[in-house]
């Protein structure tokens, strides 16, 4: 019987590669890379500890474990922070990137680059992957300029531009943002919401399954993981009320300009996923169908 494939998994305490880890299980030998301490066990799972994201460490877990695939989540995903903390969040999303792009280049590893909407600047969505990125934040930038690395590091590499990702972690503690909403609505509080600035929502579990088939499959180059509606804040809280039959939330609209160090945020950077619904057998969903499917996924997470 033939091994399985061997899958890095980076960030992996972080929301979307918790999913992508629970969903690799059992089809890949999964090897998952974290600065902090596992957060799960698994017999299929082996968990991979880096006191830094330097490239003696990464050098390091890389060479023990050569893999045939790496899914690099990680990231400083935190917009106003890195606008904050330019050195860390280059160092984190840029210089990680560096290190990993030329270790899967050297070693013929494929490498599965998870990048942002945020790389466009929000003034002529929808964007398809053909699309020249402008971004207006400095998250923006660092990821476009890891994505620019990637693509000159080696041919077989994806990069993967996930829209604004809603759902649970699949371990760990519950810091996603339709978490927190669902906390919030729950224990009514209010809650505040721009009406300017659009998004394509996608759920975590699509994410997920998406990667692993970008990731098992010859797939390369460019690719919008999108959900198939464009919503704003607003729209997106009203619709979660509403699916997951939770009081509808007090919500109170804001002119984002107005809030004190916030940092740039495009106004609609809604993606154009025609590209994956042809080539990939993961179906991209409307909002309120992602919403649905997560209450049957993670049923103790939205109950």
Known sequence: MKAPKKLMVTGARGFVASNVIARALGDWEVHALSRGEPLFEHSGLQWHVAASTGEADLARVFQQVMPDVVIHTAAIAN???CEANPALARKANVEM???????????????????????????????????????VNFYGQTKFEAERIVAHAGKNAVIARLAFVVGFPAFGPCHSFLGKVVEAIKSGQQLCAPQNEFRTPIDVVSASRAL???????????????????????ELLQEVSRVLGLPLARITTVDPSQVRSRAPRPRDVSLDNHKVRCFLKTPMLGFSEALAMLTREQPCQTG
């Open 212 to 234: 692993l088939e970008l990731a098992d499959g010859t797939h390369v180059g460019v690719f919008h993981l999108a959900g198939n509606d464009r919503l704003n804040r607003f």
């Open 79 to 81: 917009i106003d922070f």
């Open 97 to 135: 990137t560096t290190v990993l792009a030329g270790l899967c280049a050297s070693s013929g590893s494929k490498l599965v680059f998870c990048s942002t909407d945020n790389v466009f600047d929000g003034e002529r969505a929808p964007y398809s992957e053909d699309d020249l990125p402008a971004p």
